[in-house]
T-cell receptor, first 109, second 115 residues
Framework: GQQLNQSPQSMFIQEGEDVSMNCTSS?????WLWYKQDPGEGPVLLIA???AGELTSNGRLTAQFGITRKDSFLNISASIPSDVGIYFC?????????WGAGTKLIIKP | EAQVTQNPRYLITVTGKKLTVTCSQN?????MSWYRQDPGLGLRQIYY???????DKGDVPEGYKVSRKEKRNFPLILESPSPNQTSLYFC??????????????FGEGSRLTVL
């Protein structure tokens, strides 16, 4: 099945650093979503974007819906230990979610 | 508490021994789905259901069966498990059949090992 191109695959960062990850697709989506999976749990929705060009924040997280509708970005500012986990992007198409492979965030001790 | 509940959370079984992973949601959601998660591959959809008695194949349905006899339950059946079905499985639900807002509520996962 179709999968979104999500990068990077993993990130090793220091606490306090800013984080950026992105997702691209060859197809257009009308909705982009970002989910986070904490270790040992199921993914949870962080941010949903419904309009091209939209910029939405949720605390230290900011996500953007690309103007071409083929990409989306997620930024995390001033990372803290509880930010570790896997971040997934997803695009909604024909009532089904198409997923990226995930970005694993690891905080260096 | 609103939740999606899966059982068992952990299971080790042997090739060919039929098993069922149950999934139940208490949010009166129309849409339910099963995913498997494997390292480097992200979430891959196995089957989904937009309503009672309506089920459809996802991206990786081979070797799995599902049923949706009641709105709240969506069990995943492995008739003859094989080692390549060793994975972490997630059940998820969404309020509307068309999942128009894209928000899925996931269970905590079921880790299955097939020897």
């Amino acid at each position: 099945g179709q999968q979104l191109n999500q990068s990077p695959q993993s990130m090793f960062i220091q606490e306090g650093e800013d984080v950026s990850m992105n997702c691209t697709s060859s197809s257009i989506f009308n909705t982009w979503l970002w989910y986070k999976q904490d270790p040992g749990e199921g993914p949870v929705l962080l941010i949903a974007l419904y309009k091209a060009g939209e910029l939405t924040s949720n605390g230290r997280l900011t996500a953007q819906f690309g103007i071409t509708r083929k990409d989306s970005f997620l930024n995390i500012s001033a990372s803290i230990p509880s930010d570790v986990g896997i971040y997934f992007c997803a695009g909604l198409s024909n009532y089904q979610l198409i997923w990226g492979a995930g970005t694993k965030l690891i905080i260096k001790p | 508490e609103a939740q999606v509940t899966q059982n068992p959370r952990y299971l080790i079984t042997v090739t060919g021994k039929k098993l069922t992973v149950t999934c139940s949601q208490n949010m009166n959601h129309e849409y339910m789905s099963w995913y498997r998660q494997d390292p480097g591959l992200g979430l891959r959809q196995i089957y989904y259901s937009m309503n009672v008695e309506v089920t459809d194949k996802g991206d990786v349905p081979e070797g799995y069966k599902v049923s949706r006899k009641e709105k709240r339950n969506f069990p995943l059946i492995l008739e003859s498990p094989s080692p390549n079905q060793t994975s972490l499985y997630f059940c998820a639900s969404s309020l509307l059949a068309g999942m128009v807002d894209g928000e899925l509520f996931f269970g905590e996962g079921s880790r299955l090992t097939v020897l």
